[in-house]
């Protein structure tokens, strides 16, 4: 399975409603504050914004809220798993990317047969305070011989500079959040993206 190599993560529908028009074809929506009716409907703006620009969207975290508005991909972290019904995931028809950071968690992820394997942070990363340091081009090059055909995300300190290296190292797929959503012209950003991932 092919995925589009250009994977910025979002913690807002509106961010969608800048983005997709340039041509963003898969895109994450990771919100971490909200809860009950207002995170349904950030959830069903976005699955609607994607729709409507034929991109995928991928929901972060909150499976159960995907499933009940027919989404296709749900991201789950480590701990996400902990209490994430995957059976019932999986019955759903919904598709899942897993997050990892070492051999034990990739082990994990992979015994849940994922659609997607994320590493990270592969460099150091401002986003959310993590215990692993960075994992390097290297890791990334073991992490794709280890995972084969999975499709591999490289995730963490991510810029436009900094992924071709990636790829080139074996990532099917780079994944950007501060690189665009902190930069002065985050538009130009996402088109600079599309341009080297391309």
């Given at each position: 399975?092919?995925?589009?190599?250009?994977?910025?993560?979002?913690?807002?529908?509106?961010?969608?409603?800048r983005?997709?028009?340039?041509?963003?074809?898969?895109?994450?929506?990771?919100?971490?504050?909200?809860?009950?009716?207002?995170?349904?409907?950030?959830?069903?703006?976005?699955?609607?914004?994607?729709?409507?620009?034929?991109?995928?969207?991928?929901?972060?975290?909150h499976?159960?809220?995907?499933?009940?508005?027919?989404?296709?991909?749900?991201?789950?972290?480590?701990?996400?798993?902990?209490?994430?019904?995957?059976?019932?995931?999986?019955?759903?028809?919904?598709?899942?990317?897993?997050?990892?950071?070492?051999?034990?968690?990739?082990?994990?992820?992979?015994?849940?047969d994922?659609?997607?394997?994320?590493?990270?942070?592969?460099?150091?990363?401002?986003?959310?305070?993590?215990?692993?340091?960075?994992?390097?081009?290297?890791?990334?090059?073991?992490?794709?011989?280890?995972?084969?055909?999975?499709?591999?995300?490289?995730?963490?300190?991510?810029?436009?500079?900094?992924?071709?290296?990636?790829?080139?190292?074996?990532?099917?797929?780079?994944?950007?959040?501060?690189?665009?959503?902190?930069?002065?012209?985050?538009?130009?950003?996402?088109?600079?993206?599309?341009g080297?991932?391309?």
């Amino acid at each position: 399975m092919a995925l589009p190599r250009f994977y910025p993560i979002f913690d807002d529908a509106d961010w969608l409603r800048r983005t997709l028009p340039l041509g963003v074809k898969l895109v994450q929506l990771r919100i971490k504050e909200l809860t009950g009716e207002m995170l349904k409907q950030q959830i069903a703006q976005a699955q609607g914004l994607c729709r409507e620009a034929g991109a995928i969207l991928v929901v972060n975290d909150h499976w159960q809220t995907a499933i009940d508005l027919g989404c296709d991909w749900v991201h789950l972290g480590q701990e996400d798993l902990d209490t994430a019904d995957i059976p019932a995931i999986r019955r759903a028809g919904v598709k899942i990317g897993l997050s990892t950071h070492d051999h034990a968690e990739l082990d994990r992820a992979l015994s849940h047969d994922p659609d997607y394997i994320a590493l990270g942070p592969v460099y150091p990363t401002i986003l959310k305070k993590m215990k692993w340091h960075e994992q390097g081009l290297s890791r990334v090059a073991e992490w794709k011989r280890l995972i084969g055909d999975i499709p591999l995300v490289a995730i963490g300190g991510m810029s436009v500079e900094r992924a071709q290296g990636a790829l080139d190292a074996g990532a099917d797929v780079v994944s950007a959040v501060t690189d665009i959503t902190l930069n002065d012209d985050p538009e130009a950003r996402v088109r600079q993206w599309i341009g080297a991932t391309t």
